[in-house]
């Protein structure tokens, strides 16, 4: 148990088979209790997690669309809740902005994540791995 607190919440998370995906309750990425988080509602597909969340006015850069920071955010967390540990090396390839006021829907496996817009044109991608430290 102890093992499980020092490595976080994500350890459980690789057991969980269906429902809901998520940290805390307060976890910027995806707690639902965060108000000024991303609130990203993922589940358990085939292959890894998908899901969405929208764009709030909180979450600007340039003026109407999405600060880079949350796209990066939002792939990152779904790749440690499809993987069940946080990656430690990231790249993320900014394809397209996210407008303020859209849901962004994003799909990750435990290696890779994409986020689209609802027409399903790619916004951004990201490529992660685990590294030893």
Do not use: Y
């Amino acid at each position: 148990m102890a093992e499980e607190r020092r490595r976080g919440a994500s350890v459980r998370l690789g057991r969980a088979r269906s429902g809901p995906l998520h940290h805390h309750d307060l976890c910027f990425g995806c707690g639902q209790a965060n108000l000024f988080g991303l609130q990203l509602e993922l589940v358990r597909v085939a292959g890894g997690v998908e899901g969405r969340f929208f764009v709030k006015q909180d979450h600007q850069g340039p003026e109407g669309f999405a600060h880079a920071g949350v796209l990066t955010a939002a792939l990152e967390e779904a790749i440690a809740l499809a993987a069940g540990t946080r990656p430690t090396r990231l790249s993320v390839e900014l394809v397209a902005p996210a407008p303020v006021g859209a849901f962004v829907r994003v799909r990750a496996d435990a290696a890779s994540a994409t986020a689209s817009n609802d027409e399903g044109g790619v916004l951004a991608r990201a490529e992660a791995r685990k590294v030893d430290i």
